[in-house]
């Protein structure tokens, strides 16, 4: 009883390896490449306009720049020039100071007054009771 289980185990198993092998066809029936559909390349020319200059010395390398410059370069196309009302719009706006954004929180910062409307809104308490409404008046 024990030799016919160890045989038909073993029998099983070699089935099993054997069935794998089978998957890609007989020995003579596979596919090659076709060495007529083999064709030649034209060998590389160079381009008679194809003129390296040599660098400059004390020049800067190319490949030396800043990172982020070059991918702005590559995305947008480099800085694009303004249009009249553009640059009139710069000219006129002015540069910030550089430590705005640390002296907008400041409580001495001078502020312009929008009125009791604005003020109501920004004091209103939070939630969706009756003081959350809102109302329009009649014109």
């Keep these: 009883m024990m030799r016919k289980a160890a045989t038909i185990c073993l029998l099983t198993t070699a089935a ?3 069935s794998a092998c089978g998957a890609g066809g007989s020995l003579f029936n596979r596919s090659r490449p076709d060495e007529f559909a083999v064709s030649r390349q034209a ?8 003129s390296l200059t040599p660098p400059n010395p ?7 720049s800043d990172a982020s410059k070059q ?9 694009a020039p303004r249009s009249a009302v553009e640059a009139d719009v710069g000219s006129r706006a002015g540069t910030a100071s ?6 907008v929180g ?4 001078n502020t312009v007054a929008k009125g009791a409307v604005t003020r ?5 308490p939070q939630g969706d009771g009756r003081e959350a409404q809102a109302s329009v008046p009649p014109k």
Excluded: K, N
């Design 16 to 18: 099993g390896l054997l």
């Design 43 to 50: 060998p590389l020319v160079v381009p008679p306009d194809f």
């Design 58 to 64: 004390g020049a800067p390398r190319p490949q030396d």
């Design 71 to 79: 991918a702005m370069d590559a995305l947008f196309g480099g800085p």
């Design 98 to 103: 550089p430590g705005i954004r640390s002296a």
């Design 106 to 109: 400041d409580p001495q910062t």
């Design 120 to 124: 109501d809104i920004l004091s209103a």
